[in-house]
């Protein structure tokens, strides 16, 4: 398989998606080539209790509202995936899948996109990619020490696993404060955090942040979403809250073969860590046109990365456009992204 357009989209998620409707709708020839089997991006992975922030209406990718889940304020992962699901049929976007991109090299005038099946040969390449396939663990002493079970948050799916068991969950974001309360149901669970962990107020949730993004997109004044903290109050973590298990401890310094050590020589024994301690850019495609890719962030104007101008990165975070890792925020991203590649190639 291999061809030519004006755009070669890499990824089939929520980001690669908002650029095929808009990519479809400026008329110009693009393909979209997933490396993954079936449609639904990142959302695919989550665990079983992984749930929106927000309502089905305060999270649409452009043209089509996501469409409410019967009985659930909050719609699950599940239901993310239909949507995604059913809106690249609806759009009839072109999406080759499981295509899985090996390397984007300069080739001339045009863009080489080297995959397992072909190479294409495109004018401008969006890099649309995420991080869900980058977890990142943290280089602590003794990791390789420790004789209980570690894994990270791409790897957990229900506290099931750990029923009965001393676990300990590092990190101070959403995934920890969900998954803590998750496992602290069946298991004597311990959080720690490397700073305070900061809590939003309980009535914040998608809504507001939707209208704080939205605010700041639009250049308004006032701060942006993380100046409300970094832990949305979902039902499930205010009841954590309420069964007195929401209190970090500080960063330990090392791992022993049994637990955890802090630095005034305090040790904890467990018989599993879950390291909810995010994610890097997934850009090892992109290691031909950016030398300093492996340093996580990239040089962009706007999602234009500014080492290749005929190279546009889509939903790695808000170095690539406010709240660009989130449905409502692709969408934006993405209608500027095209709007510009329309330009460039004449109207």
């Given amino acids: 398989m291999s061809g030519s357009c004006d755009v070669v989209v890499v990824g089939g998620g929520q980001a690669g998606l908002a650029a095929g409707y808009y990519l479809r709708r400026a008329g110009l020839d693009y393909v979209i080539l997933d490396g993954q089997s079936q449609p639904g991006g990142a959302w695919r992975h989550g665990w079983?209790?992984?749930?929106?922030?927000?309502?089905?209406?305060?999270?649409?990718?452009?043209?089509?509202?996501?469409?409410?889940?019967?009985?659930?304020?909050?719609?699950?992962?599940?239901?993310?995936?239909?949507?995604?699901?059913?809106?690249?049929?609806?759009?009839?976007?072109?999406?080759?899948?499981?295509?899985?991109?090996?390397?984007?090299?300069?080739?001339?005038?045009?863009?080489?996109?080297?995959?397992?099946?072909?190479?294409?040969?495109?004018?401008?390449?969006?890099?649309?990619?995420?991080?869900?396939?980058?977890?990142?663990?943290?280089?602590?002493?003794?990791?390789?020490?420790?004789?209980?079970?570690?894994?990270?948050?791409?790897?957990?799916?229900?506290?099931?696993?750990?029923?009965?068991?001393?676990?300990?969950?590092?990190?101070?974001?959403?995934?920890?404060?969900?998954?803590?309360?998750?496992?602290?149901?069946?298991?004597?669970?311990?959080?720690?955090?490397?700073?305070?962990?900061?809590?939003?107020?309980?009535?914040?949730?998608?809504?507001?942040?939707?209208?704080?993004?939205t605010r700041k997109a639009a250049g308004g004044a006032g701060g942006g979403v993380s100046d409300l903290g970094d832990i949305v109050m979902v039902p499930s973590v205010r009841q954590a809250r309420d069964r007195g298990v929401l209190h970090a401890r500080p960063m330990f310094a090392r791992l022993t073969d049994r637990g955890v050590r802090w630095a005034d020589g305090a040790e904890q024994p467990c018989d599993a860590i879950i390291w909810c301690t995010g994610f890097q850019p997934n850009l090892t495609h992109l290691a031909p046109l950016l030398p300093g890719w492996r340093q996580g962030e990239v040089a962009t104007e706007g999602t234009r990365s500014v080492d290749e101008p005929r190279l546009y990165l889509l939903g790695y975070g808000d170095w690539t456009g406010p709240a660009s890792a989130t449905l409502v925020g692709a969408g934006r991203t993405a209608k500027a992204t095209v709007a510009d590649i329309a330009a460039r190639l004449g109207g």
Wanted: aromatic share 10%; glycine share 10%.
């Fill in 48 to 213: 079983d209790s992984l749930r929106l922030f927000s309502p089905a209406e305060y999270s649409p990718l452009p043209g089509w509202g996501m469409p409410r889940q019967e009985g659930e304020e909050f719609p699950t992962a599940a239901h993310v995936v239909d949507y995604l699901r059913s809106y690249e049929q609806r759009y009839d976007l072109r999406v080759r899948r499981p295509v899985r991109v090996h390397e984007v090299r300069r080739s001339g005038e045009r863009l080489a996109v080297e995959t397992g099946d072909g190479s294409w040969l495109a004018r401008y390449v969006i890099s649309a990619t995420g991080t869900w396939e980058c977890p990142y663990v943290p280089d602590i002493p003794g990791r390789d020490d420790f004789a209980g079970r570690q894994l990270h948050t791409v790897h957990y799916t229900s506290p099931e696993q750990f029923r009965g068991q001393r676990v300990v969950i590092v990190g101070g974001g959403n995934s920890a404060a969900q998954i803590l309360a998750d496992v602290s149901r069946v298991a004597e669970a311990s959080w720690v955090t490397l700073r305070p962990a900061r809590f939003m107020p309980d009535d914040v949730d998608g809504r507001v942040l939707f209208g704080v993004a």
